[in-house]
Nanobody
Framework: QVQLVESGGGLVQAGGSLRLSCAAS????????MGWYRQAPGKQRELVAV???????NYADSVKGRFTISRDNAKNTVYLQMNSLKPEDTAVYYC??????????????WGQGTQVTVSS
């Protein structure tokens, strides 16, 4: 069994910063891509940032220059540093990972989500 646990969400004023963390636990052989998604009320879930096992990153255009994704492979943890936050960043942020367990092919997992609210 694999579990992704997120932390770091909260309420912040526009222009402020937050750092999200997501730790994967369980019997894990390997983790490929890890990413952050977000979903605002009434909107479809969208990709915010992704990082490969080798450290290559990609970002949504709306967050480029403001957000930074990183990972610590030894801790099976992915981070999202969010700077210069805007009200339109308000959403539930979800961690996502492709995880390989011994005897099981790669499976995709989601965290429970953490609320980020940015006030104007």
């Amino acid at each position: 069994q694999v579990q992704l646990v997120e932390s770091g969400g909260g309420l912040v004023q526009a222009g402020g910063s937050l750092r999200l963390s997501c730790a994967a636990s369980g019997t894990i052989f390997n983790i490929n891509d890890m990413g952050w998604y977000r979903q605002a009320p009434g909107k479809q879930r969208e990709l915010v940032a992704v990082i490969t096992s080798g450290g290559r990153t990609n970002y949504a255009d709306s967050v480029k220059g403001r957000f930074t994704i990183s990972r610590d492979n030894a801790k099976n943890t992915v981070y999202l540093q969010m700077n210069s936050l805007k009200p339109e960043d308000t959403a539930v942020y979800y961690c996502n990972a492709d995880v390989l367990r011994v005897g099981v092919r790669y499976q995709n997992y989601w965290g429970q989500g953490t609320q980020v609210t940015v006030s104007s």
